[in-house]
């Protein structure tokens, strides 16, 4: 049964906050849908932030932390959490923002005027990386070669590799991403969907990639998306970009969005259940980690001969869109005519179609 | 690689076909309809089923799907050998067994009552054309859980339903079946008038709708486990199929039960007192509700107010994703298939001699070897889920009210009242065998413990060794 606050310093006509009992309240927390005034609003809100960190042994003093900045609600919220709880709580870290140019137009352009105002605003140095400068292609080049069916596997593949580098690129000892429940939750439930169980036994996790080039983690793993937004950006005012990636709609996420939408309202505990489910579901560990090496091209961490990357980009670069995608047998099984490394960065030649049998 | 061969209908990823790009994308799937519309574009037989190339296909436009392309007999006949293949690689029936059928009277029950009426008919041939009767024949009958009592049906809706049913396992003979009406009130020890009255008040006071519906599935449950106790059935059959089982992998996650998920997606689930066999949990719902309606099988409706809450928005979600992907139900139940079950998401070893060899060697053929050998798990008192860690460690002290009930925090949530004092309102209107279920449980449970470190026990007034 939904917990109301019903019962708690209820009077008639004025409602105040369940926590102080002094101020009135000022909204219905999405979470646990407490009425609740602002500032003790804030103080749950970063309080739990900041024991997830802990109980999670997250961060270590000194080390330097890159905050995967889009210019989005979730990052820039994360930013200027994350800087507060660093003062207030003495972690002693040093902060950056990291941000990724995939070369949207209308899209990323206008959210990386956002990410320049908060290097401004919190005072944290910013780095930015382009697909263009690592790729030598924009995502909207890229859309306008493969359509709008696997859009979203190209940039996500890209973004991970971006990251990756930028975060190099800073000598930082970890990313932090503005990942929040609802987008882990979706996370699950994509995995199910699609049958990934390999995925799914990874994607609950607060900190992933440890045995890879930078670990990452996500602060916000419990922390409601509604909080986020409706309350804590529109109540503290935070400056954020909030359109939509414009290549989204077709995403196939968007099912388990609504899905979840819609679960939120009629129980909004949900959202950590299906976390919770997602933590506990029985995987056998050996079906956990493929083997661990590097792309023979770009020497990229991989646990095929190329790196998802390279592969993608080959497929892009001769005209063959769909290299990469489903379960073709494709590049890896084959043996190369060019292997020659590279370091992702200059321009790729293109090889002649159908030199290479499948 | 790309198989080139036109009338292939084998599961290998043909890049010719990746060039077709249209709404309906028909990936790899256990359904024998997806396996051979790949070949689709090559055959050229368009008039006749693409199976045994021989009879009239059940229907030549696209209108019935894929499994339209087949002859009414193929269709059937790959749903029976589906049951066939989960029925004896699980060793679900041994010619000893007594098999109750969970009617509810939809699509799903009715099919899986005409296959094992098959199977049955088929076995009682066999005895009387052999000479030394040697292998009996296992016995069938057919439970039917009426609830109406919950919803309020009047009485001559309830009376013709009951007539419907009677009719058709009637018909489904010989060998007979013996039809049991299970009033669902029957779950309380007491009589029916005072059953009907704890059972009113027992769903009003869970305040959630989720965990109301969620209960009486619980109820369900128990009255079928009743009634099969009582009058000697060992086996119990349910007619679940893909699509009831993708509904509840999805709504076992959303509730936060991911970890018991596995236990309620197996062929067999032998946590209960009698086993839960599922012979058709490879087909789909859409199979079933087709074949009943080519073969005429005879279903019957049942009153009930539509599923609200939870359940209700996960079945319109996947519902539409089927209809995005129609084989999204099939990949669910795979990811879910790929959870590792339990030791007791299997029949038990048989060495009855009685029993055909066959048989034995082809149940530790396909038998789940889980990684754990010794039974380890605490069930929930209400819905019988194995507790996880987190359940047990963060379980609020209901052992006050009864010791041996622990309770999983779904139950908990859902179906349990938040105050204390409430709880135990609650509690003396749920039915005794509940709590006698647990304690049996829990003392197994404790004496399968002992017998480990037996060894090691010293008892008063024994000797050092």
Same mark, same amino acid.
């Given at each position: 049964m939904e917990e109301s606050a019903?019962?708690?310093?209820?009077?008639a006509g004025a409602r105040l906050c %369940?926590? %102080?009992?002094q101020k009135k309240a000022a909204l219905k927390r999405p979470k646990t849908l407490e009425q609740i005034c602002r500032e003790c609003f804030y103080e749950v809100f970063e309080e739990e932030i900041h024991q997830v960190i802990v109980e999670n042994q997250l961060f270590k003093p000194g080390e330097r932390i890159a905050l995967g900045a889009s210019g989005g609600k979730d990052s820039t919220v994360l930013a200027y959490v994350l800087s507060e709880l660093n003062k207030r709580h003495n972690y002693g870290l040093d902060l950056f923002l990291l941000s990724v140019d995939?070369?949207?137009?209308?899209y990323r352009d206008d959210s990386l005027e956002t990410v320049k105002r908060n290097e401004i605003q919190y005072g944290l140095p910013l780095k930015i990386v382009s697909y263009k400068d690592l790729?030598?292609?924009?995502m909207d080049e890229i859309v306008k070669m493969?359509?709008?069916?696997?859009n979203c596997t190209f940039c996500g593949v890209f973004r991970r590799q971006a990251l990756d580098r930028g975060a190099a690129l800073l000598k930082v000892d970890k990313l932090a991403t503005g990942h929040n429940a609802d987008d882990i939750a979706e996370t699950v439930l994509l995995n199910i969907l699609r049958g990934d169980i390999a995925r799914l036994s990874r %994607?609950?996790?607060?900190?992933?990639?440890?045995?890879?080039?930078i670990p990452r983690c996500k602060?916000?793993? /419990?922390? /409601?998306e509604k909080e986020i937004i409706c309350t804590y950006a529109y109540f503290k005012r935070l400056d954020y970009f909030s359109t939509e990636?414009?290549?989204?709609?077709?995403? /196939?996420r968007g099912f388990a969005r609504e899905f979840i939408k819609d679960l939120e309202r009629i129980r909004p505990r949900a959202i950590l259940d299906i976390i919770k489910s997602g933590e506990n579901f029985r995987i056998s560990?050996?079906?956990?980690?493929p083997e661990q090496g590097t792309c023979?091209?770009?020497? /990229?961490?991989?646990?095929?001969?190329?790196c998802k990357a390279c592969v993608l980009l080959e497929g892009l670069n001769r005209g063959l869109?769909?290299?990469?995608?489903?379960?073709?047998?494709?590049?890896?099984n084959d043996d190369k005519k060019d292997t020659k490394k590279t370091n992702g960065t200059k321009s790729i030649e293109s090889k002649q179609c159908g030199t290479l049998d499948f | 690689m790309a198989c080139s061969a036109s009338a292939c209908q084998s599961n290998c990823y043909k890049t010719q076909q990746e060039?077709?790009?249209?709404?309906?994308?028909?990936?790899?799937?256990?359904?024998f309809a997806a396996n051979s519309s790949s070949s689709n574009n090559n055959n050229?037989?368009? =008039?006749?089923?693409?199976?045994?190339?021989?009879n009239q296909p059940?229907?030549?436009?696209?209108? =019935? =799907?894929?499994?339209?392309?087949?002859?009414i007999d193929c269709f059937r006949g790959n749903l029976f050998g589906k049951f066939r293949f989960a029925v004896t690689s699980n060793a679900m029936?041994?010619?000893?067994d007594n098999v109750l059928v969970a009617f509810s009277g939809g699509p799903s029950s009715r099919v899986a009552l005409q296959f094992v009426h098959e199977m049955h008919s088929k076995a009682q041939k066999n005895f009387d054309a052999?000479?030394?009767?040697s292998l009996p024949v296992f016995g069938v009958g057919v439970a039917f859980v009426d609830e109406s009592s919950v919803y309020s049906v009047p009485s001559n809706e309830t009376d013709k339903v009951f007539g419907d049913v009677r009719l058709i396992v009637e018909n489904l003979a010989p060998p007979s079946k013996e039809l049991y009406i299970v009033?669902?009130?029957?779950?309380?020890?007491?009589d029916s008038g005072e059953g009907r009255e704890r059972l009113k008040k027992l769903l009003d006071a869970v305040g959630d709708a989720t965990g109301r519906e969620d209960l009486l599935l619980h109820l369900r449950m128990l009255a079928l486990q009743k009634v099969a106790s009582q009058n000697g059935y060992n086996r119990l059959l349910l007619g679940s199929c893909v699509s009831r089982i993708a509904c509840h992998v999805i709504s076992a996650t959303v509730k936060g039960q991911g970890y018991s998920l596995p236990a309620d997606v197996?062929?067999?689930?032998?946590?209960?007192?009698i086993p839960v066999v599922l012979p058709?949990?490879?087909?789909?719902a859409k199979e079933l509700t087709m074949l009943c309606r080519l073969d005429g099988l005879k279903t019957v409706e049942l009153i009930r107010s539509p599923c609200t809450g939870i359940n209700g928005l996960v079945s319109s979600f996947v519902t539409l994703l089927q209809e995005e992907n129609p084989s999204r139900e099939c990949t669910i139940m795979r990811t879910a298939g790929k959870l590792i079950p339990f030791h007791f998401n299997k029949i038990e070893e048989?060495?009855?001699?009685?029993?055909?060899l066959a048989t034995r060697r082809r149940q530790k053929r396909y038998n789940l070897k889980p990684n754990?050998?010794?039974?380890?798990e605490s069930f929930c008192?209400?819905?019988?889920s194995p507790l996880s860690r987190s359940d047990l460690l963060s379980?609020?002290?209901?052992?006050?009210?009864?010791?041996s009930s622990v309770c999983c925090s779904s139950c908990q949530f859902?179906?349990?009242?938040?105050?204390p004092s409430s709880v135990n309102e609650l509690y003396t209107l749920l039915p005794e065998q509940l709590f006698a279920r647990a304690k049996h449980d829990n003392l197994d449970h404790y004496s399968a413990l002992r017998e480990q470190v037996q060894d090691f026990l010293l008892s008063e007034g024994e000797d050092e060794t």
């Open positions: 019903d019962g708690k310093a209820k009077k %369940c926590l %102080c009992h995939e070369g949207i137009t209308g790729y030598g292609w924009t493969i359509g709008l069916k696997n %994607c609950t996790s607060i900190v992933t990639g440890e045995d890879g080039p602060p916000f793993k /419990y922390t /409601y990636c414009i290549y989204s709609p077709n995403a /196939y560990t050996s079906t956990k980690m023979e091209r770009c020497g /990229y961490i991989s646990s095929q001969k190329w869109p769909k290299l990469g995608i489903g379960r073709t047998r494709g590049l890896n | 060039e077709e790009e249209d709404v309906k994308d028909n990936n790899n799937t256990n359904s050229s037989n368009s =008039g006749l089923c693409l199976k045994c190339k021989a059940i229907s030549s436009n696209s209108d =019935g =799907g894929d499994d339209a392309r087949f002859c029936i041994a010619p000893t052999c000479r030394d009767r009033p669902i009130e029957s779950v309380y020890s007491s197996q062929y067999v689930d032998a946590r209960w007192e058709l949990r490879d087909c789909l048989i060495d009855d001699s009685n029993v055909l754990e050998s010794f039974s380890s008192f209400i819905c019988n379980l609020k002290n209901l052992e006050s009210h009864k010791t859902q179906i349990l009242p938040q105050d």
